[in-house]
T-cell receptor, first 114, second 114 residues
Framework: GAGVSQSPRYKVAKRGQDVALRCDPISGHVSLFWYQQALGQGPEFLTY????????KSGLPSDRFFAERPEGSVSTLKIQRTQQEDSAVYLC????????????FGPGTRLTVT | AQSVTQLGSHVSVSEGALVLLRCNYSSSVPPYLFWYVQYPNQGLQLLLKYTTGATLVKGINGFEAEFKKSETSFHLTKPSAHMSDAAEYFC????????????FGRGTSLIVHP
């Protein structure tokens, strides 16, 4: 079956532009996580949804970052007024339960801010 | 608070040799522990996990890891390396008891020489 997909796979944005990153989780998966992975680092938690409810957004680095999952399926991570420090790979993962013990990761979106 | 330390950003082995990737963790409550593998331009894939029960955990592709509470370690091993094992490996820890936010290590790049 289809895994987690993310689009676009690569995004180049000029500093100050807004970007929207999409995640299509595995169908029926309850939980959805967003992570930021800087070059040479492990993924860092950004935010967590259970169905359409955003239960935790403590990892979002600033109020320029916003995530939504309005129908409990597809999720969008939006970054407003991008800065160079936002350059990273943004990973989405979904899980069939409310736990993160078995996460399925997408391939990521590589964002480069110039 | 939880944290993960992966010793060695790069590990180089010959094909057929033992693979040992080190992971030490810190957790204020009993931990859940995970190893993920990431191939180039792909998302993370779960190799194995320890939650409760047997401390020696077997995963996919011939990998295994042993949870040693006294050493706060969860090292990943494989008896005989294959060329296809070359990838980035991430150790992660999550506090048991309902936490859903894992903390990842910085990753270890496994290089396999013919």
């Amino acid at each position: 079956g289809a895994g987690v997909s993310q689009s676009p796979r690569y995004k180049v944005a000029k500093r100050g532009q807004d970007v929207a990153l999409r995640c299509d989780p595995i169908s029926g998966h309850v939980s959805l996580f967003w992570y930021q992975q800087a070059l040479g680092q492990g993924p860092e938690f950004l935010t967590y949804f259970q169905n359409e409810a955003q239960l935790d957004k403590s990892g979002l680095p600033s109020d320029r970052f916003f995530a939504e999952r309005p129908e409990g399926s597809v999720s969008t991570l939006k970054i407003q007024r991008t800065q160079q420090e936002d350059s990273a790979v943004y990973l989405c993962a979904s899980s069939p339960t409310g736990s993160s013990n078995e996460q399925y990761f997408g391939p990521g979106t590589r964002l480069t801010v110039t | 608070a939880q944290s993960v330390t992966q010793l060695g950003s790069h590990v180089s082995v010959s094909e057929g040799a033992l693979v040992l990737l080190r992971c030490n963790y810190s957790s204020s409550v009993p931990p859940y522990l995970f190893w993920y593998v990431q191939y180039p331009n792909q998302g993370l894939q779960l190799l194995l996990k320890y939650t409760t029960g047997a401390t020696l955990v077997k995963g996919i592709n011939g990998f295994e890891a042993e949870f040693k509470k006294s050493e706060t370690s969860f090292h990943l091993t494989k008896p005989s390396a294959h060329m296809s094992d070359a990838a980035e490996y991430f150790c992660a820890v999550k506090e048991s008891g309902g936490s859903y936010i894992p903390t990842f290590g910085r990753g270890t790049s496994l290089i396999v020489h013919p």
